[in-house]
């Protein structure tokens, strides 16, 4: 990278985790009571800030519930107790706290930009209240026209290529997610499935693309977080200039 691009990447970089860590601490501050004993916790860059915020003000009774390997070590490395979801009775989480790659007016949510929106949405459908917390370039007007990678779907491997026949049908163009310099090959869950990207070219109707998807064989989970299942009941965004936006979600 040339070094003046270097040096506006950096400050972007910086503004970018400046803007999660003031609207983490804000959703902290405005959700979390003494009186949570199961707190979920999402995936990605932005649950870090709201772990550290968290780490202030939980009680020995918080018992808090990840939904992947990077937040399950974040949480034991900060010397949080943690529980497993299959450790918790239905229902009984909370609130859950989780980031997002692009979010409507509405509350409904494209997730699973890290890979882990299988367990992030278990979680989610667990939780009395789901408070995702983002920056301003996940503010979106219509799912899909956003975040450019599209839609994640888990897959059962096997299934693959039979699943991206049909995306396609939809009208999608669906990528196998590699495992990039990481990995040769596909980019592998928590869970040991495969990722595909399903980019849908001007956007997507959220109930109809949802249960589309839903409706393929093969396809574990989708990460269109919307009705059908769980969308946010609020959404705090850092915004460019220093200011948290917060999007109530009316019911
Ligand atoms: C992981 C997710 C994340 O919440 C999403 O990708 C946002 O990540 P970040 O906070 O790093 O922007 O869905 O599966």
Same mark, same amino acid.
């Given at each position: 990278?040339?070094?003046?691009?270097?040096?506006? !990447?950096?400050?972007? =970089? =910086?503004? $970018?985790?400046?803007?999660?860590?003031?609207?983490?601490?804000?959703?902290?501050?405005?959700?979390?009571?003494?009186? !949570?004993?199961?707190?979920?916790?999402?995936?990605?860059?932005?649950? %870090? !800030? %709201?772990?550290?915020?968290?780490?202030? @003000?939980?009680?020995?009774?918080?018992?808090?519930?990840?939904?992947?390997?990077?937040?399950? &070590?974040?949480?034991? &490395?900060?010397?949080?107790?943690?529980?497993?979801?299959?450790?918790?009775?239905?229902?009984?989480?909370?609130?859950?706290?989780?980031?997002?790659?692009? %979010?409507?007016?509405?509350?409904? +949510?494209?997730?699973?930009?890290?890979? +882990? #929106? #299988?367990?992030?949405?278990?979680?989610?459908?667990?939780?009395?209240?789901?408070?995702?917390?983002?920056?301003?370039?996940?503010?979106?007007?219509?799912?899909?026209?956003?975040?450019?990678?599209?839609?994640?779907?888990?897959? $059962?491997?096997?299934?693959? &290529?039979?699943?991206? &026949?049909?995306?396609?049908?939809?009208?999608?163009?669906?990528? #196998?997610?590699?495992?990039?310099?990481?990995?040769?090959?596909? +980019? @592998?869950?928590?869970?040991?499935?495969?990722?595909?990207?399903?980019?849908?070219?001007?956007?997507?109707?959220?109930?109809?693309?949802?249960?589309?998807?839903?409706?393929?064989?093969?396809?574990?989970?989708?990460?269109?977080?919307?009705?059908?299942?769980?969308?946010?009941? %609020?959404?705090?965004?850092?915004?460019?200039?220093?200011? @948290?936006?917060?999007?109530?979600?009316?019911?």
């Amino acid at each position: 990278m040339l070094p003046l691009l270097r040096r506006r !990447h950096s400050t972007l =970089t =910086t503004s $970018l985790d400046r803007a999660k860590r003031l609207a983490a601490t804000r959703a902290v501050r405005e959700n979390f009571s003494p009186a !949570h004993n199961y707190i979920g916790i999402g995936s990605g860059s932005t649950v %870090v !800030h %709201v772990v550290s915020s968290l780490l202030q @003000v939980a009680t020995a009774n918080t018992t808090f519930v990840p939904t992947g390997y990077q937040s399950r &070590s974040l949480l034991l &490395s900060a010397g949080l107790r943690v529980a497993l979801i299959d450790e918790v009775p239905p229902g009984a989480i909370d609130i859950a706290f989780d980031g997002a790659d692009e %979010v409507d007016p509405a509350g409904n +949510c494209v997730k699973g930009g890290g890979a +882990c #929106l #299988l367990m992030e949405k278990l979680v989610a459908v667990n939780a009395g209240r789901f408070v995702v917390v983002a920056d301003w370039t996940k503010i979106s007007t219509k799912l899909g026209e956003r975040y450019a990678p599209g839609v994640p779907v888990e897959v $059962l491997p096997a299934a693959a &290529s039979y699943v991206m &026949s049909r995306l396609r049908e939809l009208g999608a163009t669906p990528v #196998l997610r590699s495992g990039a310099k990481a990995k040769a090959g596909p +980019c @592998v869950t928590d869970n040991g499935n495969f990722i595909l990207d399903a980019a849908f070219p001007g956007g997507i109707e959220v109930a109809d693309a949802a249960a589309r998807i839903r409706g393929i064989v093969g396809v574990v989970e989708h990460g269109i977080f919307s009705d059908a299942d769980r969308k946010a009941d %609020v959404v705090y965004y850092g915004m460019k200039d220093g200011e @948290v936006l917060v999007q109530g979600i009316i019911q």
